[in-house]
Protein backbone atom coordinates (compact mmCIF):
# COMPACT_ATOMS: atom_id res chain seq x y z
CA UNK A 1 0.00 0.00 0.00
CA UNK A 2 0.82 3.81 -0.81
CA UNK A 3 0.98 6.73 2.21
CA UNK A 4 -2.59 7.51 0.76
CA UNK A 5 -5.15 7.08 4.26
CA UNK A 6 -7.70 4.80 3.40
CA UNK A 7 -10.64 4.34 5.64
CA UNK A 8 -13.88 2.35 5.27
CA UNK A 9 -16.93 3.26 3.00
CA UNK A 10 -20.22 2.76 4.17
CA UNK A 11 -22.37 1.32 1.51
CA UNK A 12 -26.15 0.25 2.03
CA UNK A 13 -25.86 -4.00 0.58
CA UNK A 14 -28.97 -5.46 -0.69
CA UNK A 15 -30.13 -8.93 0.60
CA UNK A 16 -28.52 -11.88 -2.24
CA UNK A 17 -27.20 -9.58 -4.49
CA UNK A 18 -23.59 -10.45 -5.21
CA UNK A 19 -20.95 -8.33 -4.67
CA UNK A 20 -17.08 -8.69 -5.69
CA UNK A 21 -15.01 -7.00 -2.77
CA UNK A 22 -11.45 -6.08 -4.54
CA UNK A 23 -8.93 -7.13 -2.89
CA UNK A 24 -5.49 -6.04 -4.86
CA UNK A 25 -6.15 -2.17 -3.67
CA UNK A 26 -5.89 -1.79 -7.66
CA UNK A 27 -9.46 -1.08 -8.77
CA UNK A 28 -10.55 2.33 -9.71
CA UNK A 29 -13.30 2.58 -7.30
CA UNK A 30 -10.76 0.36 -5.03
CA UNK A 31 -14.07 -1.13 -3.00
CA UNK A 32 -15.47 -3.50 -5.85
CA UNK A 33 -13.46 -5.28 -8.19
CA UNK A 34 -13.09 -3.77 -11.96
CA UNK A 35 -11.12 -6.96 -13.64
CA UNK A 36 -7.67 -4.79 -12.24
CA UNK A 37 -6.03 -7.45 -10.70
CA UNK A 38 -5.49 -9.57 -14.18
CA UNK A 39 -3.30 -6.40 -15.37
CA UNK A 40 -1.36 -6.22 -11.90
CA UNK A 41 -1.53 -10.08 -11.83
CA UNK A 42 -2.31 -10.39 -8.13
CA UNK A 43 -5.58 -12.53 -6.75
CA UNK A 44 -9.01 -11.99 -8.15
CA UNK A 45 -11.97 -10.68 -5.91
CA UNK A 46 -13.54 -11.77 -2.80
CA UNK A 47 -18.11 -12.31 -3.85
CA UNK A 48 -20.09 -12.12 -1.21
CA UNK A 49 -23.41 -11.71 -0.50
CA UNK A 50 -25.49 -10.68 2.67
CA UNK A 51 -28.97 -12.21 4.22
CA UNK A 52 -30.87 -8.73 4.87
CA UNK A 53 -30.56 -5.38 3.57
CA UNK A 54 -27.95 -3.66 5.63
CA UNK A 55 -25.54 -1.09 6.07
CA UNK A 56 -21.91 -1.71 6.22
CA UNK A 57 -18.33 -0.60 6.33
CA UNK A 58 -16.41 -2.03 3.61
CA UNK A 59 -12.51 -2.12 3.72
CA UNK A 60 -10.39 0.03 1.61
CA UNK A 61 -6.98 -0.77 3.32
CA UNK A 62 -6.97 -4.37 2.44
CA UNK A 63 -5.44 -5.16 6.33
CA UNK A 64 -8.83 -6.11 7.90
CA UNK A 65 -9.02 -9.49 9.08
CA UNK A 66 -12.74 -9.95 8.20
CA UNK A 67 -13.17 -9.03 4.89
CA UNK A 68 -14.56 -7.51 3.48
CA UNK A 69 -15.72 -5.67 6.38
CA UNK A 70 -13.72 -2.88 8.40
CA UNK A 71 -12.33 -3.86 11.14
CA UNK A 72 -10.25 -0.97 12.69
CA UNK A 73 -7.04 -2.27 10.86
CA UNK A 74 -6.40 0.91 8.57
CA UNK A 75 -6.25 3.00 11.76
S1 LIG B 1 -10.51 0.38 5.94
FE1 LIG B 1 -10.75 -0.22 7.99
S2 LIG B 1 -9.73 -2.13 8.13
FE2 LIG B 1 -9.46 -1.51 6.08
New binding site residues.
Given amino acids: MSDKK???VKLALEKDKRYAWCTCGHSETNVFCDGSHKKHEKPGSLVFQVEEDKDA?I??????SNPPY??????
Avoid: A, M, V, W
Avoid at 59 to 64: E, Q, V
Avoid at 70 to 75: L, R
Fill in positions: FTPRCTCKLTCDGSHK
